[in-house]
Antibody, heavy 121, light 106 residues
């Protein structure tokens, strides 16, 4: 069965970086893209960006351009999201999600369990 | 960017009620609209994709309709496990989510 398993919770100081991993299993990793979505405490869902596991192409949310980098390791079927220059408003649960494309449409059909990143001095 | 709105922001309902949630896009997105359910402390779960297609394994009491700018998610007979927050998401361009609709027990 398809599973996305994320790394554990992190506590970081303002200005630091965090790298969250998302290990995929149960499907051909390079046949799908991975999106990252975050959710601040008590808030809604915010799309952060997408990476093609096939060729590494990326598309980042404009507000995070320059601070976020998404990568994949196809040898281990793992996707990574690194966020730099952390601020307190980056405190959130970070999710990876598999992106399924059907024709011109796409949707997120499987999600990781979430990784809480807390930014605090 | 395409802005997504949802109404209501919250609602109280009883088991067995018919519930309708509305999602509106700031411009036409054809049928590129998905719906997710999220329970506290859990990841979102895909319910409906392409406005009206039921994701495999999702109960048939969930249905979606609409195209262009106006969309609805309907739960025909609310069950105890349906109390959750529901989000719409447009897939016409850079992904964007609606602010969510919380469904709780009356």
């Amino acid at each position: 069965q398809v599973q996305l398993v994320q790394s554990g919770a992190e506590v970081k100081k303002p200005g630091a970086s965090v790298k969250v991993s998302c290990k995929a299993s149960g499907y051909t990793f390079t046949s799908y893209g991975i999106s990252w979505v975050r959710q601040a405490p008590g808030q809604g869902l915010e799309w952060m960006g997408w990476i093609s596991a096939y060729n590494g192409n990326t598309n980042y949310a404009q507000k995070l351009q320059g601070r976020v980098t998404m990568t994949t390791d196809t040898s281990t079927s793992t996707a990574y999201m690194e966020l730099r220059s952390l601020r307190s408003d980056d405190t959130a649960v970070y999710y990876c999600a598999r992106e399924l494309s059907v024709g011109a449409s796409y949707y997120f059909d499987y999600w990781g369990q979430g990784t809480l990143v807390t930014v605090s001095s | 960017d395409i802005q997504m709105t949802q109404s209501p922001s919250s609602l109280s309902a009883s088991v067995g009620d018919r519930v309708t949630i509305t999602c509106r896009a700031s411009q036409s997105i054809s049928s590129y609209l998905n719906w997710y359910q999220q329970k506290p402390g859990k990841a979102p779960k895909l319910l409906i994709y392409a406005a009206s297609s039921l994701q495999s394994g999702v109960p048939s009491r969930f249905s979606g309709s609409g195209s262009g700018t106006d969309f609805t998610l309907t739960i025909s007979s609310l069950q105890p496990e349906d109390f959750a927050t529901y989000y719409c998401q447009q897939s016409y361009s850079t992904p964007g989510f609606g602010p969510g609709t919380k469904v709780d027990i009356k």
